[in-house]
């Protein structure tokens, strides 16, 4: 259903929907960036196994760079995790409740599987 | 100004979309923790790097294991995890386009870009699944 109401995009940020907005927000967010991410480097794979393509290889340089990684782990996990926070509360819906401590509990499982990832990456990226 | 539709109660498109997400979500955790424990078991814990075996994790392809330290790759690269791939693929594909449609459809009333979009995404779908498994089955 379209909206009719004109809401324009900094008066929408300044909505207070607090940690389930921007859990929402980051949900679409890097959904859409991993559909992007995912549809090329499906289309990269294709293009180097078939042809040996210049254009595939270098679409996946790109991903190999760990600047990239950095954000599209970040992207991966949030959107599993959320994801699962999500599930968890459409097929259980009495914990709707408990949705505010659900999205801290999803941040504490979030930062040390990523600080990990980061650590990991920092190091190899670092060492050269 | 015109109150707006309510669905139907009982199966429709929406519903049993709104329900795939939830069960292709569980699907695409169970096949990258089946990837993630047998990687671990296979040698990965000793053999390779994290960035390795999350690639892994999120896809079991063999370019994602060919550039490793992995001593041994024969638990690595066999049809089981070429099924477990075109798994990966039709839920991954399908769950990432049904998102963008509904996005897009956030977005949307019912005019012409609607169908035009809804047409550009199905077709998007069968492209990339066909791409994808083809890639899957060459490899």
Sequence with gaps: MALNRKVGFFTGLKYKGGGPMWAWVLHRASGLAMVLFVGLHILAGFLTQQFGSEVGLSINIIYENWLFQVVIFFLVIFHAVNGLRVTILDLAPKLIEYQREMIWAEWLIIAPLYALIIFSLLKDALSG | ?139
């Design chain 2, 1 to 139: 100004m015109t109150s707006r539709k309510v669905a139907k109660r009982g199966f429709s498109l929406d519903y049993i979309m709104w329900l795939f997400m939830r069960l292709s979500a569980l699907a695409l955790y169970a096949v990258g923790l089946t990837g993630l424990t047998a990687a671990l078991i296979m040698g990965a814990r000793t053999q390779t790097d994290i960035s390795t075996l999350i690639r892994w994790t999120f896809f079991q392809n063999p370019s994602h294991v060919f550039s490793s330290d992995l001593v041994n790759l024969d638990g690595f690269i066999n049809q089981f995890w070429q099924i477990m791939q075109i798994t990966a693929v039709f839920f991954g594909v399908t769950h990432g386009l049904n998102g963008l449609r509904t996005v897009v459809e956030d977005f949307m009333g019912s005019t012409i870009w609607r169908t035009l979009w809804r047409g550009f995404i199905f077709f998007s779908w069968i492209f990339m699944m066909l791409v994808a498994i083809y890639v899957v089955l060459a490899s």
